[in-house]
């Protein structure tokens, strides 16, 4: 089945450690986005991708970075600079005309 | 500064008792209107795109309609499997690489 695939569901965090969420996406997408949700909030942009080798800083990139060297593979990094990483993480992608976006079920990250 | 308001914020429905949730725009030229269902714990599953208005697009119980500034996602006779969180988001031709997202609107249908 194409889709996109986010492991892991959960991920727990120690103070001052980098960790890294996966995303994986079958449907031949050329977009791809990170999102991050906080209770009662919007989702909100971290980082997008539009081709291959190529990113951009979304509204609330600082704490993260991410890594584009295959079109299906979108990791994102959460370091330790990430003042409150505790939150849902969800990836997404889009086609070529960047029309609906279609997303993964989530990393859940907590700081323990 | 394009942005997305959903009203209200929760909504509490018997089962049968048919309603609309508001999603409020401001953009600088609407590229594109979407509608999300996200269930807990889940990611949006998404469900309608309207792109100019008086559009309209349904699915089951679900209706969605744009004018030029704002959408309704009108649920007809809803179910308890109805209950869950509706995204709405936005997308501008200046920028169509982000999608605006409001916060939501949490629907509980009880039977």
């Known amino acids: 089945d194409g889709g996109i695939t986010q492991s892991p569901k959960y991920l727990f965090r120690k103070e001052g450690q980098n960790v890294t969420l996966s995303c994986e996406q079958n449907?031949?997408?050329?977009?791809m986005y990170w999102y991050r949700q906080d209770p009662g909030q919007g989702l909100r942009l971290i980082y997008y991708?539009?081709?291959?080798?190529?990113?951009q800083k979304g509204d609330i990139a600082e704490g993260y970075s991410v890594s584009r060297e295959k079109k299906e593979s979108f990791p994102l990094t959460v370091t330790s600079a990430q003042k409150n990483p505790t939150a849902f993480y969800l990836c997404?992608?889009?086609?070529?005309?960047?029309?609906?976006?279609?997303f993964g079920q989530g990393t859940r990250l907590t700081v323990v | 500064e394009d942005q997305v308001t959903q009203s209200p914020e929760a909504l509490r429905l018997q089962e049968g008792e048919s309603s609309s949730l508001n999603c409020s725009y401001t953009?600088?030229?609407?590229?594109?209107l979407f509608w999300y269902r996200q269930d807990p714990g889940k990611g949006p599953e998404f469900l309608f795109t309207?792109?100019?208005a008086g559009e309209e697009k349904e699915k089951e119980r679900l209706k969605a309609t744009l004018t030029k500034k704002e959408s309704f996602l009108h649920i007809t006779a809803p179910k308890p499997e109805d209950s869950a969180t509706y995204l709405c988001?936005?997308?501008?031709?200046?920028?169509?690489?982000?999608?605006?997202f409001g916060s939501g609107t949490k629907l509980n249908v009880k039977p």
């Open positions: 997404a992608s889009s086609n070529r005309t960047n029309t609906e976006a279609f």
């Open positions: 449907l031949n997408h050329d977009a």
């Open positions: 991708s539009q081709i291959v080798n190529d990113f």
């Open positions: 953009v600088s030229g609407l590229r594109g």
């Open positions: 309207l792109y100019s």
């Open positions: 988001a936005v997308q501008a031709w200046g920028n169509f690489n982000k999608f605006y």
